[in-house]
């Protein structure tokens, strides 16, 4: 595909402010609590990350956030959904699980979703990614540490697509969605190393053409991104990755987000896309 053809397709998007962000618990390797979160520049840096969306194009609503989660502003773990049906997240820590009431609430009070809870524990777009060109409408969902593996059977019965079960193996990569990501409606770039031997032969069977993404890409969090199609939105530490992007015919546009590297995330974690 030429560089020509990168067309970015406007989305609509969910985050929250880090208003109540800190590291007052551990429940990832990234999280240090010895480490003062700088507020003020977590807020900041959010900011700049849904004026870069905005400008773009898109349009990006706001979750208020609520005092006494501060992982809230990780917005894309609290739901996932496709084609106006949303299956709710069900946290794996006791420290998120509030998360995923205030997210269903948002849903519901907008009567043009199907919201369905889940029975099964899953931490929404964390672990699930969609590929709406991608062999008719495909998920690829990851399991390992956060999501069950029944919550992928649950998904496609609610969602109606086909879900690819995806094995994460190092702790380092605890979500999908920061060892692997949609370019666009079709293509993806991972990183291999996260995954187990037989989830690498799969995902190299489906998308014969990846950007391939290195250990020291992923430790950067520029698997932890969001593209448009065209614009893939990372964050600065992500150098090599912006240049590996570029070389695939997309724009990368960097965004600085080192305060909310030290919760676990970055810009994926913290944008959830609404597909209504």
């Excluded at 702790?171 to 037989?198: E, I, K, N, Q, W």
């Amino acid at each position: 595909m030429s560089y020509t053809e990168r067309l970015p397709r406007n989305r609509a998007y969910l985050m929250c402010p880090p208003k109540h962000f800190t590291v007052e618990y551990a429940i990832n390797p990234w999280m240090d609590t010895t480490v003062t979160v700088d507020a003020g520049l977590a807020l900041k840096q959010w900011e700049q990350l849904r004026t870069t969306l905005t400008d773009l194009g898109h349009v990006v609503h706001v979750l208020d956030p609520e005092p006494g989660l501060p992982d809230m502003v990780y917005s894309a773990n609290g739901a996932f959904s496709v084609d106006g049906t949303v299956y709710g997240a069900r946290f794996l820590h006791p420290q998120r699980a509030d998360e995923a009431v205030a997210h269903q609430a948002f849903y519901l009070s907008d009567g043009e979703w199907k919201f369905v809870a889940p029975e099964h524990v899953n931490e929404g777009e964390g672990d699930f990614a969609y590929l709406p060109g991608a062999y008719g409408g495909l998920v690829l969902a990851g399991y390992g540490f956060r999501t069950d593996p029944a919550a992928h059977a649950e998904a496609q019965e609610v969602l109606g697509r086909p879900v690819v079960s995806l094995k994460l193996v190092d702790p380092a990569f605890y979500h999908l969605d920061t060892a692997l990501a949609a370019l666009d409606d079709r293509h993806v770039t991972y990183y291999p190393g996260a995954f187990s031997p037989a989830s690498q032969q799969v995902l190299a069977q489906l998308f014969p053409d990846a950007v391939i993404a290195d250990r020291g890409d992923a430790e950067a969090f520029g698997l932890n991104l969001v593209s448009d199609g065209r614009h893939v939105i990372l964050n600065t530490e992500a150098v090599a990755m912006g240049h590996k992007v570029r070389e695939a015919g997309y724009l990368p546009v960097h965004v600085d987000l080192s305060e909310l590297k030290r919760g676990g995330g970055s810009v994926k974690c913290a944008v959830a896309e609404l597909r209504a």
